[in-house]
């Protein structure tokens, strides 16, 4: 069929016009509030405290307000599965940890959202280094105590963490391949009950993040043995890094939050919500906050988020089905 100049114009003009809308959209974006759902209970740390800080410090320069909205529910995933289903606008935002991410989709399949093809990534926010307590009573008071102890005791400790298939469970089971233990792992609903579970005795070792650590720690209920981190940290200066135990980074990688949105978001919409959170996060009062929880601000790129995620989902994919992980 022969298409006449005319008609030629008309939809040259009209490819013109689709192509300017994200561009159109961006310039005037945003125009209303933006939803920041943190899959979270609220008073959470850290997401919590990521959530409020980072959106504060957005707000400021977006010109509209980023209003948190926590989502809890299995294990962060219902939070995200939410976002993931909401208009491609730019007025959703997720705040999305590492087990959200790339752990339990490679632990379930059917969540409801796949982390590469339903989201479109916005950037790391912040990193959060692991910690290896015990309890007092266990007699260990270094790293390499702890393995000798566990190794004369194969598969007759054991540890606590937040829930099957969390990046707690399989980061001990990474740092116990690693060192040849062989332990007994038990779940509880989350960080606060698995360390007053070591607290009480009940389980003798478990991972957490600083906030969770450092009141009991400093009762003397909890014994931090090494921290999965490139330096000492501010808040436990006086617990060691795995380099300073003479041991490999590589076992005990941090979690990460991140921002993303629905698949579909324009373009310069993501590019604007990455240089806010970048801006937000070179703030002082909100590295402030975050160093009070033992979080160290990134900012990374959607790049590097989505190539963790990969690397996580064959990895941890892998331990998983080695372990014969499933959800009940």
Known sequence: MKISGLSRRALLAGAALLASRPARADANYPNRPIRLVVPFPPGSSPPGVIGRALGDQMALALGQPVVVDHKPGATGTLGVQAAAMAPADGYTIVLADRGALGLMPALNPKLGYDPLKDLAHIGIVADSNFVLVANPDLGVRTMAEFVALVKAKPGQL?????????????????????????????????????????AAGEVQAALSGQPAVL??????????????????????????????????????PPTFFSLAAPVGTPAPILSRLHAEMKAALANAEVQRRLDIF????????????????????????????KLGLTLQ
């Open 158 to 198: 054991n540890y606590g963490s937040f829930g099957v298939g969390g990046i707690g469970h399989l980061n001990m089971e990474l740092l116990s391949q690693g060192l040849g233990l062989q332990m007994q792992h038990v779940p509880y609903k989350n960080t606060v009950e698995a360390m007053a579970a070591v």
């Open 294 to 321: 033992g979080l160290t601000p990134v900012g990374g790129t959607a790049a590097e988020v989505e190539a963790i995620i990969r690397r996580d989902l064959v990895e941890f994919g892998a331990l998983i089905r």
């Open 215 to 252: 009141g009991l720690a400093r009762e003397g209920k909890l014994r931090p043995l090494v921290i999965g981190a490139p330096a000492r940290s501010p808040l436990l200066p006086d617990v060691p890094t795995l380099a300073d135990a003479g041991l490999s980074a590589d076992l005990l």
